[in-house]
């Protein structure tokens, strides 16, 4: 599935996202590879641990995923009775 673009496989078709995983030293261009993932019947997520140039530990971890899934996740966290019509 690497050659997809995903690297977490989910044979049990559970997981509601496909994966790419980075550790790279500068920020990966996520538009190009989520646009060479086949599939698109599922958001797209990459997950990017920077990595450092003198082998020290990381400085962090992020999730990098469309603007659109960003505003879906948000709507399912807030509570059923406030209007989330606005986000």
Same mark, same amino acid.
Do not use: H, R
């Given at each position: ?8 496989? $989910? ?8 994966? #790419? @995983?980075?550790?790279?030293? !500068?920020?990966?261009?996520? +538009? ?7 599939? $698109? ?8 641990k #920077? @990595?450092?140039?003198?082998? !020290?530990?990381?400085?962090? +971890? ?15 966290f ?7 019509? !606005?986000?």
């Amino acid at each position: 599935m690497d050659k997809a673009k995903i690297d977490v496989c $989910d044979p049990s078709g559970k997981l509601p996202v496909y994966i #790419q @995983a980075k550790y790279t030293t !500068s920020t990966p261009q996520y +538009t190009k590879i989520k646009n060479a993932c086949p599939f $698109d019947d599922k958001p797209f997520v990459t997950i990017w641990k #920077q @990595a450092t140039k003198d082998g !020290s530990n990381s400085p962090g +971890t992020i999730a990098m995923l469309d603007y659109e899934f960003f505003i879906q996740l948000l709507k399912s966290f807030v509570k059923d009775d406030c209007n989330n019509s !606005s986000i």
